[in-house]
């Protein structure tokens, strides 16, 4: 694979000595700027050989580099090694940014070659106000994998599906009349949806053409005179396509897109994180305005119909996890099971519970020292046994109809050191702060985010990775526009958003622990000082008690985690047998 991957650099650099590039400039996105995207625009991954959801591939004639967050250090080291590609380790101060290393490589005169349409328009602005400063530009080059890469998986041609109106609480017609609108008050009288899982939330409409997102590959044309679902049209059953008909939607073709906005002439707006290439069709007569998208907010703020959604999908996804949990705790003692086979277990277990769709991202089965790895995933080739002994990591969720979880627990597998049991303690404490918090209209996630690190910022611990994030409605796991992270997110929390709360500690070779509920961000009182909220636990799932130091605990989280566990098992024992529920009420057995 080595050599493949270095073989595929050497066919890139000759298509850049083609077209006189002196660097090319590789994103891990999509024409719709997806975290998680299409295998067809898996480009990054195919030229490195790193897996990993994040990273930006940089190749020059003689150099090449990838720059990935501290998820991906430990699983990038070693997929990188021997590729000649160098591993950049992001946001740490000693690593140069992509452009002070393009600037430090490449020489007045030379251009850096861009894909426009898996580029924003924004970033590509900033690289090249960047680079000019050494007279180096930057062009809007044509897909070099359109010819490098042979096998390259086509565009997706699965079908899309209705989203029934009692799960998504809002009809189509309303939405796109609120979006028009948010519209108009920019002084536009078009907008443009591009992120897929906001023409999906838009239209009531669901698909599976992204790796546990379901999604499907568009565009969502609002204008004053007509409404545009641009996509491959074999994707739409008749029922679909008379949905879309009935709404006043017409379809056109996926790369239809560039033409028509090529002869707008009115004025449109497009979201901030709009491609290169798109934005250029857009400006050849529009006036164009860039403004974050009114669908994101939107859609964060879930609808009645949608919490209740959460809600029930929750239990179900707890009864699963409850299931497999007090499996799991027989099965390991026969030194039968690997990480690889417990999550086919926990898929199993999922899969019988009504409205499943699948699974909401790749499970995390991390034990021992792969715990340490923030985002690692268990092949043929790493996955272990399991013992009785040391820390398993498990996180993991699925799609519902009515729902998306996330959940992680770090359970103990036997014998534990004092080391795991502190650090095990340092991250539930940061994790009941965070749960416990009561805080003020105006309050953003990066205000709430070091209530989770506090408890290890004082044993002088840290760790790489945001706090939170929003989860989608049978949707994205990863949404925004709120977080928990330590560097400033402007978006306000309020009600009705969905939100993680998922601190952890890592320490490399050793173990790996988090503990992750999903949230409700719910009206708490209204005092002199104002509107003040808090946060319901939607997961339902024991946290498990036998590596918790009780003396690292005050009172407040201890009185915290017994609450907790009571609400678990009046939720859930109603759907349990007799020995799941006596295994149930001593999971969640006061603390002592």
Known sequence: MKTEIRD??????????????????????????????????????????FTGSAGT???????????????????????????????????????????EWLLKVLQPGDTVGIDGWVNTFQETQNIQKELSKKQIG????????????????????????????????????????????????????????????????????RGSDVHCNPVFVSYLLLTDEKYTLYILEDKLSDDVKAYLDAHQVCVRPYNAIETDLKNYTGKLQLPTNINASIQEAAHTQAQVTLATSPALLLKAIKNESEIKGFRRAMERDGIAMVKFLRWLEAAVPTGNETELSIDRKLYELRAEQAHFRGISFDTIAGYAA????????????????????????????????????????????GDLTEEEKTDYTLVLKGFIQLSMAEFPHGTCGTQLDALARLPMWKCGINYGHGTGHGVGAFLNVHEGPHQFRMNYMPALLVPGMTVTNEPGIYKAGRHGIRTENTMLIIPAR???????????????????????????????????????????????SPFLNTEECAWLKEATAPLN
Not at 28 to 40: A, K, L, R, W
Request: aromatic share 10%; net charge negative.
């Open 8 to 49: 595929r650099v050497a066919a890139l650099r000759q298509f850049m000595r083609d077209h006189h590039l002196s660097a090319f400039i590789i994103p891990s996105t999509d024409p719709h700027s997806g975290e998680y995207v299409p295998e067809h625009w898996e480009t990054r991954k195919w030229l490195s050989g």
């Open 57 to 99: 591939a940089v190749i020059t004639l003689q150099q090449a580099g990838l720059w990935t967050d501290s998820r991906y250090f430990l699983q990038a080291d070693e997929q990188l090694a021997n590729t000649g590609i160098t591993l950049f380790k992001d946001r740490l101060p000693e690593t140069p940014s992509i452009t």
């Open 138 to 205: 930057l062009t809007l080059a044509p897909d070099p994998f359109t010819i490098l890469w042979t096998d390259r998986p086509t565009l997706p041609h699965n079908p899309v599906v209705l989203q029934p109106l009692e799960f998504a609480g809002v009809s189509c017609t309303n939405k796109m009349s609120q979006l028009l609108e948010a519209a108009h008050q920019n002084g536009c009288s078009g907008i443009l949806i591009s992120a897929l899982d906001e023409v999906a939330w838009t239209l009531n409409l």
């Open 370 to 413: 792969h715990g340490a790895i923030v985002h690692y995933e268990a092949t043929p080739e790493t996955d272990v046994p399991l013992q009785s002994k040391g820390l398993l990591l498990l996180d993991s969720g699925a799609q519902y109809l009515d729902g998306t979880t996330d959940i992680t627990r770090t359970l103990a597998l």
């Open 526 to 572: 209204e005092t002199e000082f104002g509107a003040f909220y808090r946060f319901e636990a939607l997961t339902l799932c024991p946290i498990d008690k036998k590596p918790i130091r009780t003396d690292l605990l005050n009172d407040e989280e201890k009185a915290w985690l017994n609450q907790y566990h009571q609400n678990v098992y009046s939720r859930l």
